[in-house]
């Protein structure tokens, strides 16, 4: 069955630090790979994207992620954060054909900023 | 362009109720997909439509159930609603298989 697993519950850093979210996810061909966010109370936005090509996709905000086959992760990474990017980041699965798709969300990773 | 809205933003039900939640996509879209949010957890996908069919459910009974209409608008209903139906639904429209495009969801307490 597919899965998507993000180990990290909660991770706090300084602000001006590097960032770095995993995902690990469990599908038996390529899916497609997302990223999300979500600030408290508000729907989710879109970060970045794989479908396909280039395996390191740049993303708003600053965000980028590499998608390595090898060991079924798509990493989110920023060099340097913000004090706006504390909110909850999830990583998604589409996966499935034309006649059944879904989407499949990790349980999240809360971001936490330190002035 | 209109980005995905959804109505009501909160409602309370008490168990055994039933309810609707509405989803108007974003123009141009023709696929819609209802997630439940619980506090504290991933969405959860319920259900989605292409093109007014059912072309994917995730692990939800039966009365969970969904419309979508010509225009792409979409509606959820859960019937004999309990405790654990309370969260966070989310609403999300994509043109074919892509990029979702949430709306702000509508939060349902079970009293």
């Known amino acids: 069955a597919q899965s998507v697993t993000q180990p990290d519950i909660h991770i706090t850093v300084s602000e001006g630090a590097s960032l770095e979210l995993r995902c690990n996810y469990s599908?038996?061909?390529?899916?497609?790979l997302f990223w999300y966010v979500q600030s408290p109370g508000q729907g989710l936005q879109l970060l970045l994207k794989?479908?396909?090509?280039?395996?390191l996709v740049q993303g708003i905000k600053g965000f980028e992620a590499e998608f390595k086959r090898s060991q079924s992760s798509f990493n989110l990474r920023k060099p340097s954060v913000h004090w706006s990017d504390a909110a909850e980041y999830f990583c998604?699965?589409?996966?499935?054909?034309?006649?059944?798709?879904?989407?499949?969300f990790g349980t999240g990773t809360r971001l936490k900023v330190l002035a | 362009e209109t980005g995905v809205t959804q109505s009501p933003t909160h409602l309370i039900k008490t168990r055994g109720q039933q309810v609707t939640l509405r989803c108007s996509s974003q123009?141009?879209?023709?696929?819609v997909s209802w997630y439940q949010q619980a506090l504290g957890q991933g969405p959860q996908f319920i259900f989605q439509?292409?093109?007014?069919?059912?072309?994917g459910r995730g692990n939800f009974p039966p009365r969970f159930s969904g419309l979508q209409f010509p225009n792409y608008s979409s509606e959820l209903n859960v019937n004999a609603l309990e405790l654990d139906d309370s969260a966070l639904y989310l609403c999300?429209?994509?043109?074919?298989?892509?990029?979702?495009?949430f709306g702000e969801g509508s939060r349902l307490t079970v009293l």
């Open positions: 999300a429209s994509s043109l074919d298989v892509g990029e979702l495009f």
């Open positions: 599908y038996g061909a390529t899916p497609y």
């Open positions: 794989y479908f396909s090509g280039d395996t």
């Open positions: 998604a699965v589409g996966a499935g054909t034309s006649g059944t798709y879904k989407y499949i």
């Open positions: 123009s141009g879209h023709n696929t």
């Open positions: 439509y292409y093109r007014e069919e059912e072309n």
